[in-house]
């Protein structure tokens, strides 16, 4: 079939969304303090050690488990293992002495925000010293500026350095502490006479004294507009030509607790008086870039600010708490003082805050989303409550629901959808909102990455998620925003992957996804045009092992074949499998998952939650049992097998099942088997006489498609499964009842725009190079501008090689209103020509 793009600028389909690409910050890798906000010093506050809100530890304080069972890396408030491993133990992490003993104090803090401080005894030249986030980076002639909080009885110079961790000195300035015994602050600008990439400050005492440090912060005098955020950050951010920010989370708005949903009350003012808190990313932040920060960026750069509320309960991936009435009262009070903040005059109770930290005006909020992947009846609910309020105090506002609340029948203005996946779902799902409801509400969608697959952060999932991005295009009169996710990644404490920018100390490069975002909002045009394409459609590629699974134990199967061949169980995942004459009967049994990377207090108990039955689609509980059969990764096979249960068993027969070993996602414990979360699989379920084809999700709209099975109950039937490139089949008894058919992938994808000089065609080629034949109905000049994103789908970016993946511009000539275009294979193209 020939490759053919027909572009017609007279079917004009509406504008383009203004708002479309935009960009979504939470504070996950460090991306927060030690990342866009550039605290050098780590634990700045030194309650990185305190045990997070509304949560208990194990007694080596390896682990935090919140109420609901949920565990997170603690480390004594290092964190992550990986990032523990790094550094010497300091019962104060961050911070180390020589010849001073410290000690953290939680009664004599700074102020009542501050929940400890840190009580130093210095011998005679005692010193103690951070080591900031994997060092401090210190640049030659540059200046950082010091605030210190202390309290001592004994009036003494302090000496402070910026030094290697050889000892050569950088930057060298004193403080006089003066001897009042009452909290006092000191500042110092030091300026750098080098360059040292992982330089320590270090506080060094004259005489032998007991100081206690309230709140200490360096941070670079030379910041983005001077607003006090990283400068090579914010220009890399900006050169996505984002339109909107996104803010604060994510999970975090959730938090995993009660104490540890966040507040917009907690990050304002100034630093010292913000209340620090744990993130479900396993490390605690003091807020440096908070709600201040992120009106006064979004003001600098041009961008709509889009905040998130929490909307009266903490996160359900981590076992919500739902908060009572009063406390979702409070939340919604928070809510609209962070509006208040933004929008209301100088003489308010927040306006006047803000005009004290030095914005008078009014900032502006475009958008207000309430809460962040909430769902159920407990999210309805509260979101009612929330909608209405904050409608009718702040009616111009555009609210946001963080699921489709119009299915309740709530007023619902945006839906907010994340998709996180595999390179084929976002490739399937190119026409996802063609068939959407224009009636209904606009879509946001908030976060998506491609994160499964063989690959990770590479050409690969640009490609697919470029595709996906065209579908979006084409719908953008009801698809008004998007936004990748996450979006940073400070590589010394990675807790997520991918993310689209990673930084360390100094440097800062984007993943291919970036390149091809920057590419596809750069290039807007105004309105969206028709086209008409056609390629060569080929089927995704699946592979794996066929597997049975059970709710729970008692379920008898034999007969296990591929492709006729008898096949043995190669593990139990899940529960135990007892052998009789041939007969196997799954069971019970407690077969502890061997986790990698982690502790074993983490490992039993993310185990123990992972059995939970909590994650929706995933009815493993207890008793869960799940056997997958040995073979070699298949593409298209017969899987046959008999089993015998009863009608209230859920058992399910899986095809595909494929265990991905890129660590994508969320940095929890990785299984070196398998487990529910991390195994993709295609399913046909039976349960109650019925079978269905797909697990449902949260994001689930609508009925599940059931069919009634003729299942003989009283002994054993055969079931089998015929896996093809175009689908599976699915047999009882020799006769076909279900049929999936997998959407055959194009390999031509294409959006157009057009304004009044250019007509812009983004075409992503899919595969290998080919001849496309581009027809426009109006005439064009013969040069046109070509930019590409093209490399092997397996590259990636890195700090040794930054642009490996991103865009090459050619002017190209030839152009008219019939020619072929030569499109480079696994391609993202955009085309630009100008109208006669
Ligand atoms: O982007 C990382 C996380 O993914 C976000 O916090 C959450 O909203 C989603 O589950």
Redesign the pocket.
């Known amino acids: 079939m020939e490759n053919r793009v027909n572009i017609y600028t007279d079917r004009v389909r509406f504008p383009v969304a203004e708002d479309l690409y935009g960009l979504?910050f939470?504070d996950?890798n460090r991306a927060g303090d030690g990342g866009i906000y550039p605290e050098m010093i780590r634990n700045r506050s030194f309650e990185d050690s305190l045990i997070p809100g509304g949560c208990t530890t194990d007694p080596d304080q390896m682990v935090y488990i919140n109420r609901g069972g949920w565990p997170g890396c603690f480390n004594h408030g290092e964190g992550m293992d990986e990032w523990a491993a790094k550094v010497p133990y300091t019962p104060v992490p961050g911070w180390y002495s020589e010849n001073a003993s410290m000690t953290v104090d939680t009664d004599e803090t700074l102020n009542s925000k501050r929940e400890a401080s840190l009580l130093v005894n210095f011998t005679e030249g005692g010193r103690i010293f951070n080591i900031g986030y994997a060092g401090m980076n210190v640049e030659d002639g540059a200046s950082y500026d010091l605030v210190m909080f202390l309290k001592t009885k004994k009036d003494l110079r302090l000496t402070i350095t910026l030094e290697s961790p050889a000892g050569e000195v950088f930057a060298e300035g004193t403080v006089q502490t003066g001897d009042s015994g009452e909290w006092s602050r000191a500042d110092l600008r030091l300026t750098s006479k080098g360059t040292c990439r992982n330089a320590w400050m270090a506080i060094t005492s004259p005489s032998a004294a007991e100081i206690c440090f309230g709140y200490t912060s360096l941070l670079p005098e030379d910041t983005y507009k001077g607003h006090g955020l990283r400068k090579d950050i914010v220009e890399a951010l900006m050169a996505t030509h984002p339109k909107f920010l996104r803010y604060p989370?994510?999970?975090?708005v959730e938090g995993m607790s009660i104490e540890t949903a966040m507040r917009f009350s907690n990050t304002i003012g100034d630093p010292w008086e913000r209340p620090s808190h744990n993130l479900m990313w396993h490390y605690r932040t003091t807020n440096g870039f908070g709600y201040h920060e992120f009106l006064q960026l979004c003001e600098d750069t041009g961008m709509a600010p889009l905040y998130v509320c929490n909307v009266g309960m903490s996160c359900q991936?981590r076992v919500s708490e739902l908060f009572d009435e009063e406390t979702v009262d409070e939340f919604l009070e928070e809510a609209l003082g962070a509006l208040e903040y933004a929008l209301g005059p100088a003489d308010s109770k927040y306006g006047a805050m803000r005009a004290a930290a030095g914005h008078p005006e009014p900032f502006s909020m475009k958008y207000f989303e309430i809460g962040?992947?909430n769902h159920g009846p407990e999210y309805n609910e509260r979101y009612e409550k929330f909608y209405k309020a904050l409608k009718a105090k702040y009616p111009d506002v555009i609210y946001i629901s963080n699921t489709h609340t119009e299915d309740a029948g709530l007023p619902t203005e945006m839906a907010d959808e994340?998709y996180?996946n595999a390179p084929e779902f976002f490739m399937e799902n190119d026409n996802r909102f063609d068939s959407y409801d224009r009636s209904g509400p606009d879509i946001f969608l908030g976060?998506y990455a491609v994160n499964g697959g063989n690959t990770i952060a590479s050409m690969e999932c640009a490609l697919a998620e470029s595709v996906f991005l065209a579908g979006v295009e084409r719908n953008q009169d009801i698809v008004k925003l998007t936004a990748y996710?996450?979006l940073l990644q400070n590589s010394d404490y990675t807790a997520?992957r991918p993310n689209l920018v990673v930084f360390n100390n100094h440097e800062v490069y984007g993943i291919p996804s970036y390149h091809a975002i920057s590419l596809m909002a750069a290039n807007r045009g105004k309105e969206v045009i028709e086209t008409e394409v056609t390629s060569p459609r080929v089927p995704p590629v699946y592979f794996g092992v066929p597997g049975i699974m059970s709710a729970g134990p008692g379920v008898q199967f034999r007969n296990a074949r591929v492709n006729g061949k008898p096949v043995a169980v190669s593990q139990m995942v899940y529960g135990g499998c007892e052998e009789k004459d041939g007969t196997f009967t799954l069971v019970s049994a407690d077969n502890p998952h061997p986790m990698t990377g982690k502790n074993p207090v983490w490992n039993e108990t993310f185990e123990k939650f992972m059995k939970s039955g909590f994650f929706p689609g995933m009815t493993a509980g207890e008793d869960n049992c799940w056997a997958v059969f040995e073979g070699e990764d298949l593409e298209e096979y017969t899987f046959e097998i008999e089993f015998c249960c009863r009608p209230e068993d859920q058992v399910t027969l899986s095809i595909w099942n494929y265990h991905p070993d890129t660590d994508a996602g969320c940095n929890e414990p990785k299984d070196v088997r398998w487990n529910l979360r991390s195994v993709r699989n295609q399913i046909w379920r039976i349960e109650s006489g019925k079978g269905t084809l797909q697990a449902p999700s949260y994001m689930q709209r609508g009925e599940i498609p059931a069919v009634e099975l003729d299942i003989d109950y009283s002994g054993f039937n055969t079931y089998r499964i015929e896996a093809r490139h175009d689908g599976y089949d699915c047999f009882l008894n020799g006769k076909l009842v279900q049929s999936k058919r997998h959407t055959l992938h194009d390999t031509l994808y294409t959006v157009a725009t057009q304004d009044e000089e250019k007509v812009i065609l983004k075409l992503i080629k899919v595969g290998e190079t080919a001849d496309v034949r581009i027809t426009l109905d109006c005439e064009v000049e013969p040069d046109y501008k070509v930019q590409t994103l093209s490399a092997p789908l397996d590259a990636v970016n890195s700090f040794e090689n930054m642009e490996n993946v991103s865009v090459r511009t050619r002017e190209c000539s030839g152009a008219s209103s019939d020619f072929v275009f030569r499109a480079e294979e696994n391609s993202v193209n955009v085309l630009t020509f100008k109208k006669k």
């Open positions: 979504f939470e996950i989370g994510g999970c975090i991936a962040n992947e994340h996180y976060e996710a996450p997520w």
